[in-house]
């Protein structure tokens, strides 16, 4: 019999939606071939500074020093909110799983960059840092993303679904019995900037989005987006969403509400037929349970609109506040474990890379025995 193990990992996450930095402290069991639970110890989200924040906003155009600088300085910055995080603990963890943040994603031309520097996190937490997890999966010809699927895989596998909405939504699944997953639309992003300009953070409990009105002409561009149509493995970032769905919004001199109605109906209907597609082709006659996670779990009029639209044997569930907010933190700190194993963590039949891999840089050594 295979003898378990407890591991202390702290997870960090930077959404694309630019909320925050999300920390969470789990415990993992685990044997020398899997992981078979999980609990969170303690989790927070800490804001960005406003100066921060407005460079992670535009970074997408910054110049190579600049990006360099912003690396440097969300490092330091990740650290000391790191170490503070680690204060507030009773024990001291094993490692630091940090997704970074997002400033560009485009597969397609072999290119991702997640920053908020490992080695510093590093030197200011104390404990080894495992970071920059896509950028192997996209050297191999995969999408680097979504990354989560492996978690949804190992500690979710009793939902048909896994659905997060966070900056941007996506969805895993099994097909065959292979893990499959994607990019659905974009979401929260979208959300947000449109909530900005009536000078708002964001649409709380979609009560912006039901106030508003129909625009039809607004929909019917936003169905013909090409994105909808590719088959998976798909992925999208924030520059796509700026150059090919903002660019379509702004088209129209309508009101705000409306502009956001139109879209969380159309979104609706583009995650019902995902799902409803998927469960005809995989799991005819068979109840299928959605677990829904990520900010937009929140909005309440997008659940109850997406509900409507999904087929009779599809449930959209919502558990509670901790998975909801932290539950892609705490699959980066699953995936910080398995790659401090040198175990698979990235997997080909969700990203279409040549194999799978254990994928992450690491800072640091660690002090644990296998």
């Avoid at 065959?176 to 709380?204: H, M, T, W």
């Avoid at 149509?229 to 999208?236: F, T």
């Amino acid at each position: 019999m295979e003898k378990q193990k407890k591991y202390i990992v702290i997870g960090l996450m930077s959404g694309t939606s630019l909320d925050g930095l999300d920390m969470v402290c789990c415990e993992f069991n685990k044997t020398d071939d899997s992981v078979s639970g999980y609990k969170i110890i303690n989790a927070e989200t800490k804001a960005y500074p406003d100066d921060l924040k407005k460079r992670l906003e535009h970074a997408l155009y910054f110049s190579k020093d600049e990006l360099e600088g912003l690396d440097t300085d969300l490092g330091n910055w990740m650290g000391q909110a790191t170490a503070a995080f680690i204060n507030t603990l009773k024990g001291k963890p094993d490692l630091i799983a940090s997704h970074g943040h997002t400033i560009f994603h485009k597969p397609a031309e072999g290119l991702t960059l997640q920053i908020g520097n490992g080695n510093i996190i590093h030197e200011i937490a104390g404990l080894p840092v495992v970071y920059d997890f896509r950028t192997l999966d996209v050297k191999l010809g995969g999408q680097g993303a979504p990354l989560v699927p492996v978690g949804d895989q190992i500690l979710f596998n009793d939902y048909e679904f896994c659905m997060n909405l966070g900056g941007i939504a996506n969805v895993s699944f099994n097909e065959k019995g292979v893990r499959k997953a994607f990019d659905i639309c974009a979401f929260n992003i979208v959300f947000n900037y449109l909530a900005s300009q009536i000078g708002k953070a964001y649409d709380e409990n979609g009560r912006i989005a039901a106030s508003g009105k129909l625009v039809p002409r607004l929909k019917a561009v936003l169905v013909a987006i090409d994105f909808y149509k590719m088959p998976y493995p798909k992925s999208i970032g924030r520059e796509w969403v700026e150059e090919e769905v903002l660019p379509l919004l702004a088209a129209y001199q309508e009101h705000t509400e409306n502009v956001m109605h139109t879209y969380a109906v159309h979104i609706a209907e583009v995650i019902a037929n995902v799902f409803n597609t998927i469960t005809k082709q995989e799991f005819t006659g068979r109840k299928c349970r959605v677990l829904v996670t990520g900010g937009g779990a929140y909005n309440g009029y997008l659940i109850d609109e997406t509900q409507k639209r999904c087929a009779a044997n599809i449930e959209l569930f919502v558990p509670e506040k901790n998975l909801v907010e932290y539950k892609e933190a705490l699959i980066f700190a699953l995936m910080g474990l398995l790659r401090s194993h040198n175990q698979i963590n990235c997997l080909k039949s969700v990203t279409g890379a040549q194999r799978d891999t254990s994928s992450g840089r690491i800072a640091g050594s660690f002090k644990f025995s296998f």
